[in-house]
């Protein structure tokens, strides 16, 4: 369960993307106009610390579907330096320190319990003056994999930034697309994701 608050952001998300994007060797363009909100979706911490968010993103209206997962700390991630996206203003949490989760260990650990269970997105909790309320996520990812529970993924090894986000932990591989597409995964255990107005659902993550 993700619990939302209502805040107002400083800088927003997305500017945090449109000065980042740009940066990265994998992103498709030199720029990022008109940078829109897609789709998105959470995962649970189950300590409760870190927020966990998979964001889909396209400049325009015609541009790449781009996959940014993203964490948000309220401190710095040890050896983190390299990952981090940028810092932002929680007007209920205070300083966020808001991070590219393929270099974020709870990121991954989400990603591969959904991937390996066939878990989905958390559900997600509003705080709102009258108590919590349940909203609905604009995107639905699904893992393909039938186990009962998964094991923890251990120490992450190494990143290998590109597209996909190649990330080794003592006990996973997972290949984290970047850019969206529709094309069948290359092995059995992925995650897909799906949104209104997508005509197929896309692949995200191989594990």
């Not at 990330?167 to 850019?179: H, P, S, T, Y």
Request: hydrophobic share 45%; net charge negative; with cysteine.
């Amino acid at each position: 369960m993700a619990t939302i608050h209502q805040a107002t952001l400083t800088p927003t998300k997305l500017e945090l993307l449109e000065a980042w994007l740009p940066g990265r060797h994998w992103y498709p363009a030199d720029e990022v106009p008109g940078l829109q909100r897609v789709a998105a979706c959470r995962f649970d911490d189950p300590a409760g610390e870190v927020g966990v968010e998979m964001l889909v993103v396209r400049s325009g209206d015609d541009g790449p579907l781009v996959h940014v997962p993203m964490t948000y700390r309220g401190a710095p991630l040890e050896d983190g330096e390299f990952f981090l996206v940028g810092m932002m203003e929680h007007s209920v949490l205070g300083s966020r320190w808001v991070y590219d989760a393929v270099g974020d260990p709870v990121y991954i650990e989400a990603l591969t319990t959904a991937i390996r269970t066939g878990a989905g997105e958390a559900e997600e909790l509003l705080e709102t003056p009258d108590g919590p309320q349940r909203r609905e996520s604009s995107m639905t990812v699904r893992g393909t994999g039938m186990a009962p529970a998964s094991a923890p993924v251990g120490r992450l090894v190494r990143v290998e930034d590109g597209d996909p986000a190649v990330v080794v932990a003592e006990a996973a591989r997972l290949d984290v697309r970047r850019v969206l597409s529709a094309e069948p995964a290359e092995g059995p255990l992925s995650l897909v994701g799906a949104w209104a107005g997508q005509p197929s659902t896309v692949l995200a993550a191989l594990y």
